[in-house]
């Protein structure tokens, strides 16, 4: 089987190729700067994510472990915190073909 795992350079993403691997999958990794992978792609724009799925043709899962969020303080967010997270950790993994 292959999958694609987006967001495969961070913690999160190690640990999942790891153990993607190990169970004999076929991973194609990708991340935002794609240094540390066979791709790159910006989960915020739908003409990277078109051109990712071009490039690697057909697939059977996508595994995605990436995203940007806020750490802060409740007391310490503003609403740019929140623009930033919504857009991206949540939005970003919601694409359609």
Known sequence: K???LIG??????KATLTTLKNNG???VTA?????T????????DPSSIKELFE????FD???STTGKVAFKSIAEIEQSDWDLSLSNKLLGH???R
């Open 2 to 4: 292959k999958i694609i």
């Open 8 to 13: 495969a350079s961070g913690t999160i993403g």
């Open 25 to 27: 999958y076929n991973v």
């Open 31 to 35: 991340s935002f700067s794609g240094s």
């Open 37 to 44: 992978t066979d791709y790159s792609v910006d989960i915020q």
């Open 55 to 58: 490039k690697v043709g057909s």
């Open 61 to 63: 899962a996508l595994v």
């Open 94 to 96: 919601l694409c359609t």
